[in-house]
């Protein structure tokens, strides 16, 4: 797939966002004041910024509104209802706190459930997709949740936490990989089911159906190198996961804080662009490209 800067930002900063509101909502830390005015507003830039991201990857972005009636078969109209009702529930319960010093507890118990609600029916959105075996598992989910997780405690302060989920999102990404090297050979689809002339015999690519390049090459048949995609796992882990985990476990300064953040942030970025430009849509198999 065309890993599109647009989805990245969104997947990944989305992601951080409703994390912190998960761990603000269940009192983590456990702030009033302009110190939780702090809090809820790096949690809302992330997670809207993040959301308004992903209207610059529709063609007709106006019509975004629309996604809103479609909850009864689209994960993405899941996706923005349970959006909202996490950025209500959270700003009602970020009130409180500010304003009022006051902990309206199942507020924020709601809005963390939201929260968490957000960011698995995002990784829905890709989890559904047959065409895309190396999402369709269910350990998609549970990387867009681990990592969530991992960010949202890393950002909340809370290092005895952040140290145990980070460890889980690295495995759960490793096993991810692992897996969805496998996937596409796994799902029974080649060029053969592909082209729907298996019955004949064996089929082989012979020519490119076409001369030029066209829309499904350029969104759906993106391909990456084995060697740049094993150095950006690499990359991906040692920031995400490795050199955060060796942060905190050095003794606490807010700028190794800091730096443990932004280094998560950027390993999560590298991840999530190889989680689409590695995604083989069976696409790719009509014209000879896998």
């Not at 890393?154 to 096993?175: E, T």
């Not at 002339?197 to 690519?205: E, K, P, S, T, Y």
């Not at 990456?224 to 990359?235: A, D, E, F, M, P």
């Amino acid at each position: 797939m065309h890993p599109a800067p647009s989805v990245i930002f969104f997947t990944t900063f989305s992601g951080l966002g409703f994390g912190l509101l998960f761990f603000l909502g269940l009192g983590f830390p456990g702030v009033t004041g302009w110190t939780a005015f702090a809090f809820f507003a790096i949690a809302y830039l992330m997670a809207v910024g993040g959301l308004m991201a992903s209207t610059f990857h529709l063609g007709r972005p106006e019509r975004a509104i629309k996604a809103f009636t479609q909850w009864r078969s689209s994960w993405l109209s899941r996706e923005a209802w349970c959006a909202v009702g996490a950025l209500v529930l959270m700003g009602l319960y970020g009130l409180g706190l500010v304003f009022f010093d006051a902990r309206w507890t199942v507020l924020g118990l709601l809005g963390a459930l939201f929260s968490m609600a957000t960011v698995f029916t995002t990784s829905m959105i890709y989890t559904q997709l047959k065409t895309i075996p190396r999402w369709n598992m269910k350990l998609t989910p549970v990387k867009f949740l681990s990592l969530s997780l991992a960010g949202g405690a890393l950002l909340a302060g809370q290092v005895s936490i952040a140290l145990v989920l980070l460890v889980i999102a690295g495995l759960v990404q490793l096993y991810t990989w692992v897996e969805g090297d496998k996937a596409l050979n796994a799902s029974g689809t080649n060029m053969a089911t592909a082209t729907g002339l298996g019955n004949i015999g064996h089929v082989r690519a012979f020519e490119p159906p076409h001369t030029g390049t066209n829309y499904l090459l350029k969104e759906f048949v993106h391909v990456i190198g084995r060697k740049h995609s094993q150095k950006l796992r690499v990359i991906a882990l040692g920031l995400m996961t490795i050199a955060p985990i060796i942060l905190l476990a050095l003794p606490f300064s807010h700028v190794l804080g800091v730096l443990a953040i932004l280094s998560h942030i950027a390993g999560v970025l590298t991840a999530r662009w190889l989680f689409f430009a590695e995604a083989e849509h069976v696409v790719g198999l009509y014209y000879g490209k896998r």
